[in-house]
C-alpha cells in the first residue's frame, strides 16, 4: 500500500494540494529538541499509516516541519486534514505544558500543477503554502475553490474569512476557515464592559543562577509592570496579591485563564550578570498557549531595583503593541462574528487611523458589532463617532452632512448611557470642533472630559489642538505636553505627535513642529494632515524646498486638496491663524 502513496505520478493533472506547516518549530526545537522531534515522527508517521491510505492521498515531501501532499479528491483531501489535525491532538496527550505541546495549520488549494515522481510544481501548490500563513494553530484555511467542492455542515463548517493579501500574491485571495462537520456553534454573549478589554496577569519573573538577595528583582519588574498597565483603560490587570501566590508554580496559561479569567499571561525569568539584569519575557495567548510575543531585555541591576529602567516602559509598549498587533492579524484574517469583542474594539481603533479606505470601511464593521453585543456601553459609540470625524477629515466623506449627524448622534447616545464616560465627551469635543464648529461648546465638552478624568491624555491631546485652531499658542502647547506626558507609549503614538506638532506650529515651536511631525511620518507616512503641519512648520524656518516637496506629497496623496477647500473643513478658518497658515500653504504649492 505504502508503494501506492509514493508512487510517480507525471504530466499535468488536477489535485488538491494540501500543506502541513508546524506552529513555532524552531522555537519547539529549542526548548525541548528530543521530545519535539519525537511528537512530529510519530505525527509524520500517523499521516503516512493512517492517514494516506484512507483519503487516497499522497506524500509529497516532508520537510522536518512541515509536510505537502497531493489529493485526486477535494472532499478527501479535507477529510484528511480534520485527521491530520486530530492526529496532532493525540500526539499531544501527555504534555501538561501547553507551550511544548506541537500544533499545525494547514492550507488547501484546489487546481492544475505540474507533476514529476518527486514533487509537484505551480500557482496552486505556492497558493496553498501561502494560505497556511493565514491560519492560526490548529486550524485550516482554504481557497474559494475548495470551500466550492465542499458541503457547508456535510463535510466541514465554513467560515467566510474574506478577501486576503497573501505574499507574492498579486491579487487578493478569497479564503475560508473549516471547522469539523456539524452545525455551527453558538457565540455565548458576554458581560458588556468586561468584553470590551482583554485582561493581563503579570507573574513574578523567576530567578535563573541568582543569589538570595537578587530573587526580589522579579517582584519589582511584576510591580513596575503592573503599577503601568493598571493606567491603561485599553485592558484590565490582575492583582499583584493574586498573581504573587502564583510565584514559582509549574501553572500552565491555560489552567490560569480558567482560574483567573486572564485573556493574556506575562512571565519571564531573569539573571544577573554583574551591573547588569538580563530579562527574557514572554506574552503569552492563555487559553491557546500560543507566545505572541517575547524578547530579551538588559538594564542595570540599579535602575531596576529603584524603579527606573527603560526596560519597564519597553516592556509595556511590546505588549500593548503586541495585543494590538494580535487584534488586527484576527480581524484582518478571521470573519468578525466569530471574534472577541475587545479584539474588534481594539483593533477597529487602530485600523480607523490608518489611511486606508479598506481599512477604515472595516473599522466601521467591526466598531457596529462591538455595539450590537454591547448596546449599554458608551466607549465604542464614542469611537465610532470619532470614525465619522476623520472620514471628513480625510476627504472621504460623500455627504458631510450626514456623517456630521451620525457623529453628533453617536456621541448623543454615548453620553446618554454615561455622562460622565471621559472618552465620550472628549470625542462629542471632537465632533463639535470639525462639524458644529461650535468651539464654544467643544471646549466645554473637553473640560468636562477632564473634571471626569485629569488624566485622560486623549482629552487635553483634542483640547490642545481646539487651542491650536483659536491662535492660543501657550495654552495649545501645555495641553499637548500633558498629552504626551500621560501617554508616552499610547499604540497610536503617531496620531498625538501629529495633533502636537500642529500645536507647537500655533505655539511659535516650528522647530518642535517639525521633529513632532517627521516622528508621526515615520509611523504613518500617508496622514495628510501631519504633512499640512510639517509644510507650514518648514516654511516658516525658510525650509522651503523641504516645505515644496511635502506639499508634493500631500497632493499625492490628495490630488484634490486646495487651499479654499482646506479652510472649509478646518476649524481654524475665521480665526487670524488660520489666514496665516492658508497663506503660507499657497506659497508652499498648495493650490488657491
Known amino acids: 500500500m505504502l508503494d501506492e502513496i509514493f508512487a510517480p505520478w507525471t504530466g499535468r493533472r488536477r489535485g488538491t494540494i494540501v500543506v502541513v506547516d508546524v506552529v513555532e518549530s524552531v522555537r519547539l526545537i529549542e526548548q525541548d529538541e528530543a521530545g519535539a522531534v519525537a511528537r512530529w515522527q510519530a505525527l509524520a508517521e500517523a499521516i503516512v499509516h493512517r492517514v494516506l491510505p484512507g483519503t ?13 501532499l497531493d489529493f485526486p479528491d477535494t472532499r478527501r483531501a479535507v477529510a484528511a486534514a480534520f485527521a491530520i489535525q486530530q492526529a496532532c491532538s493525540e500526539v499531544n496527550e501527555g504534555v501538561a505544558d501547553p507551550r511544548r505541546r506541537m500544533w499545525v495549520r494547514i492550507g488547501a488549494h484546489v487546481g492544475e500543477h505540474l507533476v514529476d515522481a518527486l514533487d509537484v510544481y505551480g500557482h496552486s501548490v505556492n497558493l496553498a503554502a501561502r494560505l497556511t500563513t493565514v491560519a492560526g494553530p490548529g486550524e485550516i484555511v482554504v481557497s474559494a475553490e475548495v470551500r466550492d467542492q465542499v458541503t457547508d455542515t456535510l463535510d466541514a463548517r465554513i467560515e467566510d474569512l474574506g478577501d486576503c493579501w497573501l505574499k507574492h500574491v498579486s491579487e487578493p485571495v478569497r479564503v475560508y476557515r473549516l471547522g469539523p462537520p456539524g452545525p455551527e456553534p453558538t457565540v455565548e454573549p458576554a458581560a458588556e464592559a468586561h468584553a470590551l478589554r482583554p485582561t493581563i496577569a503579570v507573574i513574578p519573573f523567576a530567578a535563573r543562577a541568582c543569589h538570595a538577595d537578587e530573587a526580589v528583582l522579579g517582584e519589582i519588574i511584576a510591580d513596575e509592570v503592573i503599577g503601568a498597565l493598571s493606567r491603561s483603560t485599553d485592558v484590565d490587570v490582575i492583582s499583584r496579591l493574586t498573581t504573587t501566590a502564583l510565584r514559582g508554580r509549574e501553572t500552565s496559561p491555560a489552567l490560569l485563564a480558567e482560574r483567573l479569567g486572564a485573556t493574556y499571561v506575562l512571565y519571564g525569568h531573569y539573571r544577573v550578570s554583574g551591573a ?44 500593548r503593541s503586541a495585543l494590538v498587533a494580535t487584534a488586527l492579524q484576527r480581524v484582518q484574517t478571521q470573519a468578525l462574528p466569530t471574534l472577541e469583542s475587545f479584539n474588534l474594539l481594539m483593533a477597529a481603533i487602530a485600523l480607523m487611523h490608518r489611511q486606508s479606505p479598506s481599512d477604515y470601511e472595516r473599522a466601521r464593521r467591526a466598531l457596529e458589532l462591538v455595539i450590537d453585543r454591547a448596546p449599554r456601553q458608551a466607549v465604542p459609540r464614542a469611537w465610532l463617532a470619532k470614525w465619522h470625524v476623520l472620514r471628513l477629515m480625510q476627504g472621504w466623506t460623500y455627504d458631510p452632512a450626514e456623517d456630521g449627524q451620525a457623529a453628533l448622534d453617536a456621541t ?120 499640512r503641519a510639517l509644510a507650514i512648520a518648514q516654511w516658516q524656518v525658510e525650509r522651503h524646498d523641504d516645505a515644496r516637496t511635502t506639499i508634493a506629497e500631500l497632493r499625492r496623496l490628495e490630488p484634490e486638496l486646495t487651499v479654499s477647500k482646506w479652510r472649509v473643513r478646518s476649524p481654524s478658518a475665521g480665526f487670524s491663524i488660520g489666514d496665516d497658515w492658508a497663506r503660507t500653504l499657497t506659497e508652499a504649492g498648495l493650490p488657491p
Open 56 to 68: 487516497g492521498g499522497r506524500l509529497v515531501k516532508s520537510l522536518g516541519d512541515g509536510m505537502m
Open 276 to 319: 547588569r539584569v538580563i530579562v527574557t519575557a514572554e506574552l503569552c495567548h492563555a487559553r491557546s498557549g500560543k507566545v505572541v510575543w517575547s524578547d530579551t531585555l538588559r538594564a542595570s541591576t540599579a535602575s531596576v531595583i529603584w524603579g527606573e529602567a527603560p526596560l519597564f516602559e519597553h516592556l509595556v509598549d511590546a505588549v
Open 412 to 531: 448623543r447616545h454615548a453620553l446618554d448611557l454615561d455622562p460622565e464616560c471621559s472618552l465620550a465627551l472628549a470625542i462629542d469635543g471632537l465632533v463639535q470642533t470639525h462639524f458644529t464648529k461650535r468651539l464654544d461648546v467643544a471646549r466645554q465638552r473637553f473640560e468636562g472630559a477632564l473634571a471626569a478624568n485629569p488624566n485622560d491624555s486623549l482629552a487635553w491631546l483634542l483640547k490642545g489642538t481646539l487651542h491650536a485652531f483659536q491662535g492660543e499658542g501657550r495654552d495649545a502647547l501645555h495641553d499637548s505636553r500633558r498629552a504626551l506626558k500621560l501617554s508616552p507609549l499610547d499604540p497610536l503614538k503617531y496620531y498625538y505627535d501629529s495633533l502636537a506638532a500642529s500645536a507647537a506650529v500655533a505655539g511659535g515651536e516650528p522647530v518642535r513642529a517639525i521633529e513632532l511631525a517627521q516622528r508621526s511620518l515615520r509611523a504613518n507616512r500617508r496622514h495628510t494632515s501631519t504633512l
